[in-house]
Nanobody, 115 residues
Framework: QVQLVESGGGLVQAGGSLRVSCAASGSSSSIIAMGWYRQAPGKQRELVARITKSGSTNYADSVKGRFTISRDVTKNTVYLQMNNLKPEDTAVYYC?????????WGQGTQVTVSS
């Protein structure tokens, strides 16, 4: 059982920056990867960024060069630094933890980018 608590969402103007955080608790030692996904109204949930237990990362093409995923293993926390935000980044951002046998999702945090 893993619990994910997200924070840091909010409203920001285009070109601004925001950092969202996801703190994992419970069986956090069993997590093999964590990622951020987002879902905009009327669209499918999509991968934004992912980081594995070994530190490997991957990003959606739309956010490469603007977003950075990182983690603090001592705090069991993953971060998503979002720079040069665009209105199309507006979505609910979800944290996801991956275990060998299943995944867990956070409740989501709203990120709204105004033009």
């Amino acid at each position: 059982q893993v619990q994910l608590v997200e924070s840091g969402g909010g409203l920001v103007q285009a070109g601004g920056s925001l950092r969202v955080s996801c703190a994992a608790s419970g069986s956090s030692s069993s997590i093999i990867a964590m990622g951020w996904y987002r879902q905009a109204p009327g669209k499918q949930r999509e991968l934004v960024a992912r980081i594995t237990k070994s530190g490997s990362t991957n990003y959606a093409d739309s956010v490469k060069g603007r977003f950075t995923i990182s983690r603090d293993v001592t705090k069991n926390t993953v971060y998503l630094q979002m720079n040069n935000l665009k209105p199309e980044d507006t979505a609910v951002y979800y944290c996801r933890s991956e275990l060998v046998w299943r995944t867990y999702w956070g409740q989501g945090t709203q990120v709204t980018v105004s033009s």
